[in-house]
């Protein structure tokens, strides 16, 4: 079932009948992950040129963000599309705000940009959202716990097993005695 599923799923967009839609839940859920990744990149850019006195010019700028959605931490497929709908809606904002970054006069001004924070500011991440990422992360670490705890019984298990033997061997040989 779940592979007729994908295969209508596959065709369906193949043949643009279920298109991604900027008002999709599924895009406004996936909106907050890209932002966050979009703007880790740029943060880091940000650092750069704080460090070293530099600027870029409004053309560079806009050119560095549009470039944002080849990221190769950004999944590609729908992700990207999802990106390219956050750079249609937030595209200036992100700019106005690391322009901030190296404008002297400005509360900002040689701040770091922070992702979290500048995607709530931009209201693409919402109060307690967890986003596709961080309930993968989140999976991986709670399976990973799982498995220590079952290493951990198993190896107590086994410890149990080989402090009976001895003890169960003692009885035998004190029993044989009286």
Same mark, same amino acid.
């Given at each position: 079932?779940?592979?007729?599923?994908?295969? *209508?799923?596959?065709?369906?967009?193949?043949?643009?009948?279920?298109?991604?839609?900027?008002?999709?839940?599924?895009?406004?859920?996936?909106?907050?992950?890209?932002?966050?990744?979009?703007? =880790?990149? *740029?943060?880091?850019?940000?650092?750069?040129?704080?460090?070293?006195?530099?600027?870029?010019?409004?053309?560079? *700028?806009?050119?560095?963000?549009?470039?944002?959605?080849?990221?190769? =931490? !950004?999944?590609?497929?729908?992700?990207?599309?999802?990106?390219?709908?956050? *750079?249609?809606?937030?595209?200036?904002?992100?700019?106005?705000?690391?322009? !901030?970054?190296?404008?002297?006069?400005?509360?900002?001004?040689?701040?770091?940009?922070?992702?979290?924070? !500048?995607?709530?500011?931009?209201?693409?991440?919402?109060?307690?959202?967890?986003?596709?990422?961080?309930?993968?992360?989140? =999976?991986?670490?709670?399976?990973?716990?799982?498995?220590?705890?079952?290493?951990?019984?198993?190896?107590?298990?086994?410890?149990?097993?080989?402090?009976?033997?001895?003890?169960? =061997?003692?009885?035998?040989?004190?029993?044989?005695?009286?």
């Amino acid at each position: 079932a779940r592979l007729a599923l994908a295969a *209508l799923a596959a065709s369906a967009r193949l043949t643009g009948v279920a298109a991604v839609t900027k008002d999709a839940p599924a895009v406004k859920m996936l909106m907050c992950d890209v932002c966050k990744t979009i703007v =880790s990149g *740029l943060s880091k850019d940000v650092k750069y040129l704080i460090d070293t006195d530099k600027m870029w010019k409004k053309e560079d *700028l806009k050119g560095r963000i549009a470039s944002s959605c080849m990221d190769p =931490s !950004l999944p590609s497929g729908d992700m990207r599309k999802v990106c390219e709908f956050f *750079l249609e809606d937030h595209m200036q904002a992100v700019a106005r705000e690391m322009a !901030l970054r190296w404008t002297e006069d400005a509360d900002e001004f040689q701040e770091d940009l922070v992702p979290s924070e !500048l995607c709530d500011k931009l209201r693409v991440c919402k109060e307690g959202h967890r986003g596709l990422n961080q309930m993968m992360e989140e =999976s991986d670490r709670k399976e990973k716990a799982m498995a220590e705890q079952k290493k951990d019984q198993e190896a107590a298990s086994k410890r149990k097993k080989k402090a009976k033997k001895p003890a169960s =061997s003692d009885e035998d040989e004190e029993s044989e005695e009286l």
